[in-house]
């Protein structure tokens, strides 16, 4: 794929961040709002919403590669969201502490001639026991702020979440193994095993 026509339909600055670290030439595009998504199984959700990112990024430039993702995390069957207030983020982290958890990453590349490939990658995820003042003095940072369950592992909340199985960048929000994958390159993100 020649150098330069990749479209990234995201305004993460996590995905930003991993494909220029990766050497990738692209473009940013903002995809606005997730679409709806009705589908209760993680992979499916993570690739509803990736999916409407991407569609949109292509339709603000079309015959352009594009690519979109979007990340969930799972707790017990229940999706932790990107958390509206600060009483939600709290909520969010004293349920994740001292649990192990699911993160899940869809990844969706609309081709220029309007053909998709698509990925969603799995990490499995713990978290020690947060102490009442970590958990405190990291909400008063704000970092929870547009972080699905509330927390970036490269961020302050590294010090206390550990991928056990998976890649650290399915947990980080894109998948750099998956989008060469879906580019035509060789490689794969690391699947955690079910169960």
């Known amino acids: 794929m020649p150098a330069g026509t990749l479209v990234l339909a995201s305004t993460s600055p996590r995905r930003r961040r991993l494909l220029a670290e990766a050497g990738f030439d692209f473009e940013v595009v903002d995809p606005g709002p997730d679409g709806p998504s009705q589908a209760v199984d993680p992979a499916a959700r993570v690739l509803d919403h990736a999916r409407a990112k991407a569609l949109a990024g292509a339709r603000l430039r079309p015959g352009r590669p594009v690519l979109a993702a979007d ?28 649990r192990r958890h699911e993160v899940w990453t869809g990844t969706v590349l609309i081709l220029p001639d309007g053909g998709r490939r698509e990925a969603a990658d799995r990490a499995r995820v713990r978290f020690r026991t947060l102490a009442p003042t970590e958990l405190a003095t990291y909400l008063d940072g704000g970092e929870w702020r547009g972080k699905a369950g509330a927390y970036a592992i490269q961020g302050a909340a590294g010090a206390w979440a550990e991928v056990e199985e998976g890649s650290l960048d399915t947990v980080v929000g894109l998948c750099l193994d998956t989008v060469r994958r879906l580019l035509g390159d060789a490689g794969a993100c690391p699947e955690a095993p079910v169960g």
């Open 71 to 98: 990340t969930l995390v799972v707790l017990d069957g229940a999706f932790l969201p990107q958390p509206s207030g600060r009483r939600e983020a709290e909520a969010m982290l004293r349920r994740l502490s001292g």
